[in-house]
């Protein structure tokens, strides 16, 4: 009988992180933030290197293989003229609802780079109705942006199965329920450069697979 | 008090379209260097309005640029058919004069009128929706949710919203603009045909930057900056038609010489080869591939393999609010390419101003030109280092924009002003040969009679 396991690790960074980029927030977005100056979050690292927002994803070991048809909507929200979450990730297929929470004006412009994935670009009124976005091709990573507001951005990583993770705030990430085999797993971080893979195989129970990701 | 006569008010007129055609230039360079292009999703409707009465708590962010934009872009285009309305009338009769200004006014009533009657009730009824929520909400909130379903948009993006008419429009601008300008040669640049000319390239130009936003594509984005570079030129050239210089204009010997009037215009070329190339790296969003200067990458010309790719986008510069795609090799040679295109020009207006003051010295009024030519060049040069220099700030980014389209005008209209001078001055030798053969036939005549 086939098993499976949890594909669980850690994400750290290497040398010197960047520092981020306070936003050019206009009036209307800045009364939403309280006083508060929001910055850039493209690495969001925690105290002992822990770096969170990194796509993991299995790229091979799967082919030929069937999924059942990804269930319920993957949500980004508009928060303070911000998208929430900055990175996250769907399947092809799968509905991604894209929600207002902000009493202004945005349009949602999603900018697919491969063939066969549409782009759209789409008004969104001041806590407007949700819009609802599917793709069929993979692709990692998918943009979202605001034209309205330009430092507005949100990133996905569309596959096309349901093996991939997004690591938090603590650098971890878990991939459940990967049947037994040879895979090759990707960490790929937005601003880090290209993804770094790694050989893994899978015989039942739990494998561990950490990475080092250099900062650009 | 000064009489001005129609012809003046004429001139006058079409030199206030062509100056805030520039100014339309600038506000196209704001867009694009705001990266504000798509943030109105829909065309010609901005956010489900009539763009006429899109209410102005909506002028935000990257909609100030692109809302502005386009109601700049229609003023410009009323501008137009008055212009060239008014130079038709007055430079055609009978059956000919009538076409013509039928064919203006029905294309100007095409582009007021809406669409279908359905089309028209759907969009009334967005709007009506729109103005009660606008009227009655707070103030923090005043553009307010249209009633739409679960997953719909109010105002989306595609080719879906075009209306019909808009979409023939597009198709048969082209071949009424290529006619009107096979017209304008065939009659020797004839005023009233470049009028009409310049008419059917406004309308394409709205146009094409209706299409850019529907349709996604930045490709249709360079063919547009392109036009409006071509569109000020033609402007230009009329302004200087109907000027009362052009009518006046006397053969001199200050003018310059087939030589140097045929590197002037080599000159133009390489400046509109030039600005296309400005045009496809703002729409290929390659401004930024490339973020030092004098050197590029560190280097002379930058290596473009995977490796250097990748050192490149991890630069400190792509660490902006703005979000930079990867730059791709293809971004790095079009961004050399203009370097390249910038440094050819640069030494070959300078070459140019130093053969106009050789060979005309510097009491023409031509040689002066040329240097005030090269000297635009040059502080062309200048804010296009800046705009490396700063990062693509807007407003220098823009600057660059604009200087290059006055530095195109200004060496074209130099360029125009010398070929009349000659072509005057052609005229007065044939004159005078005609004259000399008369006058030798007389004597002939004489002789004969003795």
């Known amino acids: 009988m086939a098993s499976a396991a949890d594909v669980v690790g850690k994400i750290t960074v290497t040398g010197t992180v960047p520092a981020e980029k306070d936003l050019p927030l206009d009036p209307k977005c800045g009364e939403l933030h309280k006083g508060a100056k929001p910055t850039t979050t493209f690495y969001v690292v925690g105290p002992n290197k822990e770096l969170a927002d990194v796509f993991v994803h299995i790229t091979k070991g799967l082919e030929g293989k069937k999924f059942d048809a990804p269930a319920g909507n993957v949500v980004l929200d508009q928060v303070g003229c911000i998208y929430v979450p900055y990175v996250t990730g769907a399947r092809t297929g799968q509905n991604i609802e894209v929600r207002t929470s902000d009493p202004v004006l945005h349009n949602v412009h999603p900018t697919p780079a491969v063939a066969g994935n549409k782009e759209y670009n789409k008004a969104q009124m001041p806590k407007g109705q949700p819009l609802m976005f599917t793709w069929d091709k993979p692709e990692v990573f998918l943009k979202f942006k605001c034209d309205v507001h330009p430092w507005m951005f949100a990133y996905v990583g569309l596959v096309d199965h349901p093996f991939f993770a997004v690591t938090g705030k603590d650098g971890t990430f878990t991939i459940k329920n990967l049947p037994d085999g040879k895979y090759t797993i990707d960490a790929y971080h937005r601003k880090a450069g290209k993804p770094v893979s790694k050989e893994i195989e899978v015989k039942g129970g739990r494998v561990t697979v950490n990475f080092e990701i250099p900062a650009a | ?450």
């Not at chain 2, 506000?27 to 292009?37: E, F």
């Not at chain 2, 899109?54 to 934009?69: A, D, K, Q, R």
């Not at chain 2, 400190?316 to 971004?331: E, G, K, L, V, Y």
């Open chain 2, 1 to 450: 008090m000064p009489v001005v006569n129609q012809s003046q008010k004429l001139h006058g007129f079409v030199v206030v379209t062509a100056l805030a055609t520039l100014g339309l230039i600038g506000l196209g360079g704001l867009v694009t260097s705001h990266q504000a292009g798509m943030a109105v999703p829909d065309w010609p409707t901005t956010y489900g309005y009539n763009m006429f009465f899109f209410p102005f708590s909506g002028w935000v962010g990257g909609i100030f640029y692109e809302h502005t934009h386009r109601l700049y872009a229609a003023f410009i285009g009323l501008l137009t058919s008055i212009m060239a309305g008014w130079i038709w009338w007055r430079h055609t009769e009978s059956k000919t004069r009538w076409a013509g200004m039928l064919t203006i006014l029905m294309l100007v009533m095409a582009l007021g009128h809406r669409g279908s009657g359905k089309a028209i009730r759907e969009a009334d009824a967005a709007v009506a929706t729109n103005s009660v929520a606008v009227a009655s909400a707070p103030a923090a909130q005043d553009i307010s949710p249209v009633n739409v379903a679960e997953g719909e948009s109010p105002a989306s993006g595609g080719a879906k919203g075009i209306p019909f008419h808009f979409k023939v429009l597009a198709f048969v601008m082209p071949v009424l603009l290529v006619f009107a300008l096979v017209q304008s040669y065939r009659s020797r640049a004839a005023l009233h045909w470049l009028a009409l000319t310049a008419f059917f390239a406004v309308i394409f130009q709205g146009l094409l930057g209706g299409l850019r936003v529907a349709l996604y594509k930045d490709e249709v984005g360079i063919f547009h900056a392109t036009l409006a570079q071509l569109f000020l030129l033609l402007l230009s050239i009329i302004a200087l038609m109907t000027s009362r210089w052009w009518e006046q204009a006397k053969s001199s010997p200050l003018a310059p010489g087939r030589k140097l009037l045929l590197a002037s215009g080599i000159a133009c070329v390489a400046v509109i080869l030039q600005l296309i190339l400005g045009a496809s790296m703002r729409h290929q969003h390659a401004g930024l591939a490339v973020p030092d200067f004098p050197l590029a990458h560190g280097q002379v010309w930058p290596a473009t393999d995977e490796a250097s790719l990748a050192k490149y986008n991890g630069h400190s510069s792509r660490m902006d609010t703005r979000d930079f795609n990867p730059i791709t090799a293809a971004q790095v040679h079009l961004h050399m390419a203009h370097r390249a295109g910038a440094l050819i020009i640069w030494v070959g207006l300078i070459t140019l101003a130093i053969a106009y003051v050789r060979s005309l010295g510097w009491r023409s009024p031509f040689t002066r030109a040329a240097v005030i030519w090269a000297l635009l060049i040059n502080s062309q040069a200048v804010v296009g280092a800046l705009t490396v220099w700063t990062n693509k700030a807007a407003d220098i980014a823009t600057l660059h924009v604009v200087l290059g389209a006055a530095t195109l005008i200004y060496g074209s209209l130099m360029t125009f002003c010398g070929f009349r001078c000659r072509m005057v001055s052609g005229r007065v030798e044939v004159l005078a040969a005609a004259n000399g053969r008369t006058q030798s036939a007389n004597a002939e005549a004489m002789i004969a009679s003795q």
